[in-house]
């Protein structure tokens, strides 16, 4: 059998097994998105990591970089598989893969990353960096006091919720019930007029879940309960994030050991990993996934 008749048969064996698999899952519901790779080595790392069986599907090509990706959508989700795929080393359209697990990647592996942002250093001398005569510094002035008015409106949210994650990681209940409550508290006294257009928003949207899982773990009885609570609150605290102004880099994590494998995440002030969920269990057990500077 000749080479090219040989690629044809096992590009007809992969979509046959892809077709194979997504028939196995209920609920069907089917994305194609870009994750970045080289080789077939690749294609074995992202499909294992995306793969959960009849639940979640992932079919990558090498020559577009494309992945067609198949999931229950009553049991997961497109940025669930995409989180995975993160972890395993490959960056994707919504979420970049940790440092550290890239450069862990065999070199034939490490492509190009197109996603990540090339740092600049703050010493190169750009016409744009000196001159001064083209900033408007009244609305530079107003910019930062508006950026500053945000950041106080919302500080207290954000503060007791990372009280709350640090006593979770403590696996200290009592402090969690305190610091739940005072969260619930600072997010009922937030002033909606002093937010921007994109805060007010997602405000609207997760105010009421963010109370009411706020003052669930503020009642419940056992830390195992807090930390589950604790997942939903950060579901919505990391929208929240993601348009608020921040007065320093907000480090978004994920665990993938959590209920039972299913994973959960959360937020952080600190890049090094303190995980609420198993607190000194499994101090150090998940990464960051994401960075968020506004």
Same mark, same amino acid.
């Given at each position: 059998m000749s080479n090219p008749v040989l690629k044809i048969w096992m590009i007809v064996c992969v979509l046959l097994l892809s077709v194979s698999s997504f028939a196995q899952i209920s609920n069907l519901q089917t994305e194609t998105v870009k994750i970045y790779g080289n080789c077939d080595m690749c294609k074995s790392t992202i499909e294992k990591a995306g793969n959960i069986k009849k639940v979640a599907a992932v079919a990558w090509t090498e020559n577009t970089k494309m992945a067609e990706i198949a999931y229950d959508s009553k049991k997961t989700n497109p940025d669930e598989i995409l989180k995975r795929i993160a972890l395993a080393g490959y960056d994707n359209e919504k979420f970049l893969a940790p440092d550290d697990v890239y450069a862990k990647l065999p070199e034939c592996c490490r492509y190009k990353r197109a996603l990540k942002p090339v740092v600049k250093s703050h010493g190169s001398n750009t016409p744009a960096q000196n001159d001064h005569s083209a900033h408007n510094h009244a609305e530079m002035g107003r910019t930062k006091e508006m950026a500053k008015q945000n950041v106080t409106e919302l500080k207290a949210v954000f503060d007791n919720y990372f009280l709350l994650k640090d006593?979770?990681?403590?696996?200290?209940?009592?402090?969690? +019930?305190? &610091?739940?409550?005072? @969260? *619930?508290?600072?997010? $009922?006294?937030?002033?909606?007029?002093?937010?921007?257009?994109?805060?007010?928003?997602?405000?609207?949207?997760?105010?009421?879940?963010?109370?009411?899982?706020?003052?669930?773990?503020?009642t419940a009885k056992g830390?195992?309960?807090?930390?589950?609570?604790?997942?939903?609150? +950060?579901? &919505?605290?990391?929208? @929240? *994030?993601?348009?608020? $102004?921040?007065?320093?880099?907000?480090?978004?994590?994920?665990?993938?050991?959590?209920?039972?494998?299913?994973g959960a995440n959360w937020l952080s002030k600190e890049n090094a990993v303190k995980n609420p969920y198993y607190g000194a269990q499994m101090m150090t057990c998940g990464s960051t996934v994401e960075t968020i500077s506004n």
């Open positions: 006593a979770l990681v403590k696996t200290d209940a009592g402090a969690a +019930s305190s &610091n739940a409550a005072q @969260l *619930a508290k600072a997010i $009922k006294a937030v002033e909606m007029t002093k937010l921007s257009t994109g805060e007010h928003t997602v405000w609207m949207s997760v105010m009421k879940d963010l109370i009411s899982n706020a003052e669930k773990v503020a830390i195992s309960t807090q930390r589950g609570l604790f997942a939903l609150l +950060s579901k &919505n605290m990391y929208e @929240l *994030a993601r348009v608020s $102004k921040q007065d320093a880099s907000v480090y978004y994590q994920y665990c993938p050991m959590y209920n039972n494998g299913k």
